[in-house]
């Protein structure tokens, strides 16, 4: 019984470049979320995405982040042109049922370093 | 609006000693709380989860916590540290349809 799957588990990219994270929710989850951490810091809330839809983004920034959920194939986190403030560990958590009262779980996360 | 404040961003603790991590929140409306653990490289792990009903939740790894609604507060304990404890703990928040609120965590040293 596979739990939340994240890849890659690092990733390094030059300012400017993009960047893909990917999540794979547990078997039988259709709720995603997108959280990311940085330094000293707890985890900040992105976006919630059900199969192929964005239910709430109203934590991602408003320019360079996007993220998917398509019917088929994992959830993709995508940054483009990205900047050295974009170097976080980023957390996908799926749930089986209801938004945010249901039980996440995370996976072990994409840490991400532009460099 | 909702926040999550944890007190103490390290407490350190002898082995078998008492553990206790504060966390206090926020919140116009009755809310749900979490506790997550996090250990180095790894996501967040569900300890235990307060919705409705009984105060005092008992979660894995014999870890507790109590929901005070008289004093904003979901305090975590364990009677007796053991090495394995060692990690980042954050406490969480959330109301029905609306977002996760994290703590900025508290880091858990346990001395042998």
């Known amino acids: 019984n596979a739990g939340v799957m994240q890849n890659p588990r690092h990733l390094v990219r030059r300012r400017g470049q993009e960047a893909r994270l990917r999540c794979s929710p547990m078997k039988g989850h259709s709720h995603v979320y997108w959280y990311r951490q940085l330094p000293e810091e707890g985890l900040k809330f992105m976006v919630y995405?059900?199969?192929?839809?964005?239910?709430?983004e109203s934590g991602m920034p408003k320019e360079r982040f996007s993220a998917e959920f398509p019917k088929e194939g994992p959830s993709i986190l995508r940054i483009q042109q990205v900047v050295r403030g974009d170097s976080a560990a980023y957390f996908c958590?799926?749930?089986?049922?209801?938004?945010?009262?249901?039980?996440?779980?995370f996976g072990p996360g994409t840490r991400l370093t532009v460099l | 609006a909702q926040s999550v404040t944890q007190l103490g961003s390290h407490v350190s603790v002898s082995e078998g000693a008492l553990v206790l991590l504060r966390c206090n929140y926020s919140s116009s409306v009755p809310p749900y709380l979490f506790w997550y653990v996090q250990y180095p490289n790894q996501g967040l792990q569900l300890l235990l989860k307060y919705t409705t009903g009984a105060t005092l939740v008992k979660g894995i790894n014999g870890f507790e916590a109590e929901f005070k609604k008289s004093e904003t507060s979901f305090h975590l304990t364990k009677p007796s540290a053991h090495m394995s404890d060692a990690a980042e703990y954050f406490c969480?928040?959330?109301?029905?349809?609306?977002?996760?609120?994290f703590g900025t965590g508290t880091s858990l040293t346990v001395i042998p």
């Open positions: 958590a799926s749930s089986g049922g209801q938004a945010f009262t249901d039980t996440q779980y």
């Open positions: 969480a928040v959330s109301v029905v349809g609306n977002q996760f609120y």
């Open positions: 995405l059900q199969k192929e839809n964005i239910i709430d």
